[in-house]
């Protein structure tokens, strides 16, 4: 962790203010706020510009943390929570009436989450509350991996700066709230290894911004930059995306690399689809799939 305890210290006192603090994930940086404050929330949503059909995942600091804002606590939650936090893996179960109804887009479940970050971990323990998190970027746009990422957005947010984000795409999203337990939203962790139900974009889990979501991350544009994105096509003077061939150093450079391009002052971006296999692929094919799709 580079972020010194003064900052952290100073992050929190600004959040049990009522203020808004940017934050690291390994997966994105976070905007931040307490997840028990409505007018706070309501800031978030302002910032971002974010329809209050999206929820908010809540970051909590351990499993008895985050056990607190849950109506239930299924067998399978718990043994992926053990496994699996901190890190990058949101799980959604039933709420309970702790969690105000704007951070859940007034549905009846909460999404919680445990960061494998550090810094992030010892600023909800320093705030004494749970943070909603989503990315800090305006809605829709790429999200942000780097501090300066977030400052170029928002250049008068409060930001932890500790360096690039270590997994760069956003957590895993298993719902609870269904018959059988299914992926909402891919990431580093895949099904099987779950053990849950994969996840399908033709299940109902797109549709129209009106439509409110169970989970962050379902609308059909999303993560889309300023120039246009399109895949597997041959464009004249676009610039074209290139990334690793290995899978974690892709997921971890994807956003960085389309907000490069995006400064160029280009028209259009062009991504082959990725072929390998394997979660953080599907991952990976997910963000550019909706990042290319025409905004509702």
């Not at 900052?7 to 028990?36: C, H, M």
Request: glycine share 8%; with cysteine.
């Amino acid at each position: 962790m580079t972020v010194s305890q003064r900052e952290i210290d100073n992050a929190a006192r600004a959040i049990n203010a009522g203020e808004l603090v940017a934050f690291p994930t390994e997966t994105v940086y976070g905007l931040g706020a307490d997840a028990l404050n409505k007018d706070a929330i309501r800031k978030v949503f302002a910032l971002k510009g974010r329809p209050s059909t999206n929820p908010l995942i809540v970051h909590c600091r351990g499993i008895a943390h985050a056990r607190m804002f849950a109506a239930d606590w299924p067998d399978h939650a718990h043994d992926l929570a053990n496994r699996f936090w901190p890190g990058p893996l949101t799980i959604v179960v039933r709420k309970n009436a702790f969690i105000p109804p704007i951070a859940t887009a007034n549905g009846d479940t909460v999404a919680l989450r445990v960061p494998a970050n550090d810094t992030a971990r010892a600023l909800i323990e320093a705030a004494s509350v749970p943070l909603v998190g989503p990315s800090a970027n305006p809605s829709g746009t790429i999200s942000p991996t780097t501090a300066q990422h977030v400052q170029d957005a928002f250049p008068d947010l409060l930001v932890l700066d500790d360096g690039p984000c270590t997994t760069g795409v956003e957590s895993t999203v298993v719902t609870f709230a269904h018959v059988t337990p299914r992926v909402l939203r891919p990431g580093v962790l895949g099904h099987e290894e779950l053990g849950v139900a994969p996840f399908e974009a033709t299940s109902g889990s797109d549709g129209s911004s009106s439509d409110p979501k169970t989970s962050p991350g379902l609308f059909k544009s999303h993560y889309a930059p300023r120039a246009r994105l399109v895949l597997d096509q041959d464009v004249p003077g676009a610039e074209r995306l290139h990334l690793p061939d290995n899978a974690a150093d892709a997921a971890r450079e994807l956003y960085a690399r389309l907000r490069a391009l995006d400064s160029t002052g280009t028209d259009t971006i062009v991504a082959n689809t990725p072929k390998g296999t394997g979660p953080i692929w599907d991952a990976i094919r997910d963000r550019l799939r909706r990042a290319a799709a025409p905004a509702d």
